[in-house]
Structures are given as C-alpha cells and as structure tokens.
C-alpha cells in the first residue's frame, strides 16, 4: 500500500503543484498536443489524480453538516441543493485532469510518458499498482526486523568491545595469599579452621 500510497502522493503533488506553477498560458503553449495527450494516458494509467476523487463529495457532506447545523429547519432543501450544486461541479473534474497532464508534460518527454504508460495499463503494470502495497508491507516489516537486529547486535558489539577496553584499563586486583601467608596488606591471614 506505502508504494501505491508514495506513487500517487507523489502524483498529487505533481498536479497540485501544476496548478500554481505550470498554468501560465506561455507553458501551455510550451506542450504539443500529442505530448499532452501522452501525459493524460499517463496520468490514467497509474491513476494519478484518484486520490482526489473524495474532494467534492467531502466538500459537500461538510458544508451539508454545517448548514444543517445551523438551519436545521432546511434540511431537506439543503440536501437537495448541495447534491445538485455538487453534480454541476463534477464537470470541474476535467480541469484537475488537464493540470496533471501538464505537470507531468513538464516532466516527462512524450516517450516517456507513452513508455509509463505502456507499462502501466501492461499487466506487469496493473499488477504493479494493485500488489505493490502488500508487497510494500512486507517489505517495511523486513526491514523494521533488519533494523532492530541491526540495532542488538551493534549495541552488543559496541558493549563487548567497551567492557573489554574498561578491564583492561582497571588497576590489576590484588593477589590473592597463598594459604597461610600474610594478605599483602598487613592484615592477619584467615583462619580456614574454623567450621
């Protein structure tokens, strides 16, 4: 889902940020029609803009709330307006569309998105899109194991390594007396006979 979920954020980004950047009409003029039409297939065909499919109708359901908040009263009248308001705006969609196909134009030479394309509506393509985030999953769950052992056995290493340095540059511990002798201290040598 995370390849699937990066490949049409990524998308989004392109488009949104076509909006502002690359709808100048000196742009515009810049992409030949086939490119442009290249880039639309583009677009379709790894579902760039479907992430923002949910735009309108959430748009509407808010200010549908809101609205009927307030007048609660209208309610009915409310509902039927902003569903046909929101279905006369659905027409808009094909700006959003346009803006893609421009931004990824400005990114992408026209073989280039014939060659996306291609791949995409291939069934490598298809697949691709449709497992890429099951794979992606399981891929993030190898590498949070990978990281995690990583992380043990470097700090293991990293400990072993300092143990061994701080012993060995501890003073050396005294000697233990042989049985019978005098500790090295002066104190007296213990008694073994006692039970």
Not at 59 to 77: H, R, T
Not at 89 to 105: C, G, H
Request: charged share 20%; hydrophobic share 45%.
């Amino acid at each position: 889902m995370m390849l699937h979920n990066r490949v049409r954020s990524l998308c989004a980004v392109l488009a949104a940020s076509a909006v502002f950047a690359f709808s100048s009409p000196a742009f515009s003029q810049d992409v030949t029609e086939s490119h442009l039409k290249a880039a639309r297939a583009a677009v379709a065909a790894i579902h760039a803009t479907d992430p923002f499919d949910n735009i309108l109708p959430q748009a509407a359901a808010a200010l549908e709330s809101q609205l009927i908040q307030k007048n609660p009263d209208m309610q009915e009248l409310i509902g039927t307006t902003i569903n046909e308001k929101a279905l006369a705006l659905a027409s808009r969609r094909a700006d959003l569309e346009k803006e893609a196909a421009l931004a990824y134009a400005k990114v992408f030479s026209e073989k280039e998105l014939t060659d996306i394309a291609a791949f995409y509506n291939s069934d490598s393509g298809k697949k691709l899109l449709d497992s890429g985030p099951a794979v992606t999953r399981d891929l993030v769950k190898a590498a949070d194991i990978w990281q995690n052992g990583l992380a043990r056995d470097l700090a293991q290493q990293v400990g072993e390594t300092l143990a061994a340095s701080a012993k060995a540059k501890a003073p050396a511990a005294p000697a233990a007396p042989a049985d019978g002798a005098a500790p090295a201290d002066g104190s007296a040598p213990a008694d073994d006979t006692q039970n």
